[in-house]
């Protein structure tokens, strides 16, 4: 979904680094591209804002 990679031990780190290495250099920055977008959409600053109001506005009002 994000077009990056997920590495969660060193072996699948070095596995994801051979995967991007070997890509095409189109391929790369179209994924590189994805990524980019896929975080401003989902941890950019319009959505963590929207985020923290959300949570502020349930913080103050009165529980029913």
């Known amino acids: 979904e994000s077009g990056g990679g997920?590495?969660?031990t060193p072996a699948a780190l070095a596995d994801e680094?051979?995967?991007w290495a070997s890509m095409p250099r189109?391929?790369?920055l179209a994924?590189?591209?994805q990524a980019?977008?896929?975080g401003?959409?989902?941890f950019g600053t319009a959505?963590?804002?929207d985020r923290l109001e959300e949570l502020l506005l349930r913080?103050?009002?009165p529980r029913q």
């Open 40 to 42: 401003r959409e989902h």
């Open 36 to 38: 980019i977008g896929y």
């Open 17 to 19: 680094m051979v995967r």
């Open 31 to 33: 994924c590189g591209q």
């Open 59 to 61: 913080t103050v009002q």
């Open 47 to 49: 959505r963590v804002v």
């Open 26 to 28: 189109d391929e790369r």
């Open 6 to 8: 997920f590495a969660g």
